[in-house]
């Protein structure tokens, strides 16, 4: 059974930090590009990073250049959300996706085909 769980997510102030897990059973990710996608309440969802198969080159919202980092562990079937300096608009669902392709060129929903079910982070004082 194809399933993806994500773990991370709580309260935290702006400019702390969190660390997202997206941990990956049922298939092995080895032959899949990974993406973090997030959505704000009465916004669309929207890509936030995305990762290679190997892991060589990483794709960001321009939004979260410079204070996130996507990485992955293929041995461990694992990707992750390093998120630094958050901001209270980091605020939203954050959802974790697989690609059956093996770059992520563009951050697209309809390009991701296995959806975690999120976690939720919220960014407040």
């Known amino acids: 059974q194809l399933q993806l769980v994500e773990s991370g997510g709580g309260l935290v102030q702006p400019g702390g930090s969190l660390r997202l897990s997206c941990v990956v059973s049922?298939?092995?990710?080895?032959?899949?590009?990974m993406g973090w996608f997030r959505q704000a309440p009465g916004k669309e969802r929207e890509g936030v990073s995305c990762i290679s198969t190997s892991g060589a080159s990483a794709n960001y919202a321009n939004s979260v250049k410079g204070r996130f980092t996507i990485s992955r562990d293929n041995a461990k079937n694992t990707v992750y959300l390093q998120m630094n300096s958050l901001k209270p608009e980091d605020t939203g669902i954050y959802y974790c996706?697989?690609?059956?392709?093996?770059?992520?060129?563009?951050?697209?929903?309809?390009?991701?085909?296995?959806w975690g079910q999120g976690t939720q982070v919220t960014v407040s004082s």
């Open positions: 049922g298939f092995t990710i080895d032959y899949y590009a």
């Open positions: 996706a697989a690609r059956g392709f093996s770059s992520c060129s563009d951050l697209v929903t309809s390009y991701f085909g296995s």
